[in-house]
Every structure is written in C-alpha cells, then in structure tokens.
C-alpha cells in the first residue's frame, strides 16, 4: 500500500467448514489477496447469520433472542473495510446461537447437553462465561432466561465444534501464519458489536468504540496507543478494555513476542444501525470509513519496519 492507495491485485475467496443442520452451507469464507498488501486480517466472528430450521425451531424467542445474540451486520462492516484497504477478511457464517467461535471449546455448560459431557471428555467446570449462561453454546439472555426447548446430544456438539469452531481457527491461524511470513508482523483485527453502553451526549458520554488487547497481552502497547490517538483524531470515543477486553480470540491467536499482534474492537450498534438495531442505519458509511483509516494507520506502523518498533525495558 503505498500513500493510502492499494495496488491492483486479484483477491479470491475461499469458502470451508460446514454449518451442522444445513445442505452443505459453509461456515466461513475468507477473502485475500497474494500478495497481501497490508498485514492486518478483519474477523468478524459473530457476524453469521445461517440459521437452520432445526436449530431455530428449537430456540424460544428465536427472533429476538438471535438479534441480541448476533453482532448484527459486523459481517457487511468488515467486508467493506476490506474492500477500502486491501485487508484480509475472515467472516463466520454460522450463528452464535450455534456456537460462540470466541470461547474455548472447554468454556461448556454441560447441563446443556443430554448425558453429560461425551464419553472421554473430561467434564471441567464451567468458566465464568458458561456460568453466566454465555459459554460456548449460548444458554441464557439477561431477561430473557433459558433459550432452548430442551437439549443437544453430544453428537450434535461434537459436529458444531468439528465443522465449525476448530475449521475456523485453523483457518484464522494458517492465515495469520501467512501474513507474518510476508511482513514479518501480522495485526488480528477481531470486529465485535456492543450494545450502547450510556447517553452519547455530555462530558461522560458513552464511546463509540472499546479497543480490547487483554489488557495488554494481545497486542504491543505501541499499536494501542496508535489506536486511541487516531480515534482522538478523528473525534471519536474510544475506551479500553472496560467492559469487553477481548476473549478466547486474542488468547489463541496473539502472540506479540512472535510478532502476532492481536485486538479486539468493539462497535457501538448505534453507531451503524438504525434505531431499531436490526438494519444497516445511516452512521455505517462513516464507521467504514473511520475504521478502515485506523486499519491503514496500524497497517504504516507495522509495514514500515516490518516489526513493531520495541519500546526499552
């Protein structure tokens, strides 16, 4: 990428995994470039929207309990940013409801699931995440209670977990291996969506956007810094860690003294969706745009010396 603008490049698309319950409908696709002309992968893993019929005739509430579970059209957030700077995508097209690909395969309320945990699977103790009804099958909203009209046998999770969390981030880790071995730095992007989190308006007013690095982690303290001066920049509010500070993504995949870097970003849905928080609003060409210039920005950054510049210990 030289001066802002991309170089002519073909880039392709890949579709694998397989979303349980569907004829053969894919449970992700990635889109790139060879070569990438920048070294920063957008996932959006909440962003799919494939239900089958069997695993939404099962859920209570299924209208609304999939739009608060859903981060609602990050899957069109992330394409267009892609498509503005050249950045490889990897979007999930099977639901959250199905399976949370930010949870450790582990992270299982198991009381979900008819007999227990699978023979030969060591039944661990629910993380504080399964705990609170959120793990890696979603149980339970906050005034919504239980989501589901009974329970998954172990084949069936067996399958979600086979076909669409491990196919997943295999796919998001040989990814990230390629782009490091091109730049030598690599920078994860994870797109998230977030309710508001208080009034937009007044000295306190809620941000926009959460920059999340697992309190630091994730990802060098160069590259977050980097992110909070250009939100400033550009009048944007951003806050950090709090309350969503990255999940079983940022653990897997970032490794900063091996130069993977990783962040979370979490968008306001009022920011980019319309009133109802069901369709694309008036704010989403902005959120593109301001997004895809936080992506050239770290992009320089990394590009530049082909290595985060290391601050002294």
């Known amino acids: 990428m030289v001066n802002g603008e991309i170089p002519a490049r073909d880039s392709r698309r890949e579709r694998g995994g397989r979303i349980p319950g569907t004829a053969g409908q894919p449970a992700w696709s990635i889109t790139r470039c060879d070569p990438a002309p920048v070294p920063v992968l957008i996932a959006a893993p909440h962003g799919g929207r494939i239900y089958p019929a069997d695993l939404a005739g099962r859920m209570r509430n299924a209208g609304t309990a999939s739009l608060r579970l859903e981060d609602r059209f990050t899957d069109l957030l992330a394409e267009a940013i892609s498509r503005e700077t050249g950045a490889t995508l990897l979007i999930a097209h099977a639901p959250r409801a199905m399976i949370d690909l930010n949870r450790a395969p582990d992270d299982m309320d198991w009381d979900m699931v008819a007999g227990g945990a699978p023979e030969g699977r060591v039944r661990l103790a629910a993380g504080q995440r ?28 067996d399958a979600r977990i086979e076909h669409v969390h491990r196919s997943y981030h295999s796919t998001l880790e040989s990814a990230l291996e390629r782009l490091r071995d091109q730049w030598g730095s690599v920078l994860l992007l994870d797109l998230h969506s977030m309710p508001p989190l208080g009034p937009k308006r007044g ?18 303290s160069v590259l977050a810094a980097m992110a909070f001066d250009y939100f400033t920049a ?80």
């Not at 399964?130 to 999770?157: D, I, K, N």
């Not at 979370?264 to 704010?283: F, H, N, W």
């Open 203 to 220: 000295p306190d007013a809620a941000p926009d956007f959460v920059i999340g690095d697992r309190f630091g982690s994730s990802c060098d």
């Open 234 to 313: 550009i009048g944007r509010r951003a806050a950090h860690n709090r309350p969503y500070a990255g999940g079983y993504v940022l653990d897997r995949h970032s490794a900063p003294a091996r130069s993977f870097h990783a962040m979370q970003i979490e968008v306001c849905r009022t920011a980019y969706l319309d009133s109802q928080m069901r369709e694309p609003g008036k704010g989403m060409a902005a959120v593109v745009r301001d997004l895809a210039g936080l992506v050239r920005r770290l992009s320089s950054v990394l590009a530049a010396g082909r290595s985060v510049p290391q601050a002294a210990e």
């Open 130 to 157: 399964a705990r609170s009804g959120l793990g890696l099958v979603p149980r339970r909203l906050p005034g919504m209670g239980e989501l589901w009209r009974r329970r998954m046998t172990a084949q069936e999770l």
